[in-house]
């Protein structure tokens, strides 16, 4: 899926080094039918170190049986909060599944909208910010362009990569070097971190 992104970027310094050590880049676009599931799965991630969020996703999948927006509207809110979900989750969950339900948030249509498009109808949603947004264009939907600067793992690679503590808006500039095929990019940078 991404030869033509690792072609290009194995003429990068920074990179090519890293496609050498990781092999091909392991990101693919999701099927339709994981679009909400992946946005739960967000929303249970954020601040939360990767074991913490699956294992809370899990059980939010076990209490709710099958993943659907109306599976979620239907759950008690208390029974959210014992999976581990915080409040403030709870709140972001079910508002995520009622814009699908009342058709304000047309997700299975995501796929056929602009990156910014994307991010300005996912943004909308309660509990949804530029960084999930950015982790749904890139592992969703399998967007090639996207460099996620707020992401905590893109800051650290980069340091740990340019010797540099960054600001957001220089990593951003950082990572203009990679374009059009930032999301590769990232891939890599992440790997640099080898957890």
């Known amino acids: 899926m991404w030869e033509e992104a690792e072609k290009n970027l194995s003429k990068n310094k920074i990179i090519a080094p890293l496609i050498k050590k990781y092999g091909p880049c392991k990101i693919k ?3 339709k039918k994981n ?8 929303i249970t991630g954020q601040q939360l170190s990767g074991k913490a969020a699956a294992t809370i996703f899990g059980r939010v999948k ?7 927006p109306e599976n979620i509207l239907e759950t008690k809110d208390e029974r959210l909060r014992a999976c581990g979900l915080s409040w403030a989750k709870v709140k972001y969950v079910k508002d995520l599944s ?3 339900m009342n058709n304000e948030l047309r997700i299975k249509y995501l796929k056929k ?18 960084w999930t947004a950015d ?10 362009d996207i460099f996620p600067v707020l992401d905590l793992g893109i800051k650290n690679g ?3 990569l340019t010797k540099k503590a960054l600001k957001p808006k ?11 095929y930032r999301t590769v990019a990232s891939w890599y940078i992440w790997a640099a971190l080898d957890n």
Do not use: C, H, N, W
């Open 29 to 31: 676009a999701r099927p």
């Open 35 to 42: 679009y909400f599931v992946d946005l739960v799965d967000a």
């Open 62 to 68: 076990k209490e709710v049986g099958s993943l659907t």
């Open 98 to 100: 009622a814009r699908i």
């Open 113 to 130: 909208l602009s990156d910014e498009e994307v991010i300005k109808e996912l943004v909308a949603v309660k509990g949804i910010g530029p």
């Open 135 to 144: 982790m749904f264009l890139m592992f969703t939907l399998g967007r090639p």
């Open 158 to 160: 980069v340091k740990k």
């Open 170 to 180: 220089e990593i951003a500039e950082f990572g203009k070097q990679f374009a059009p």
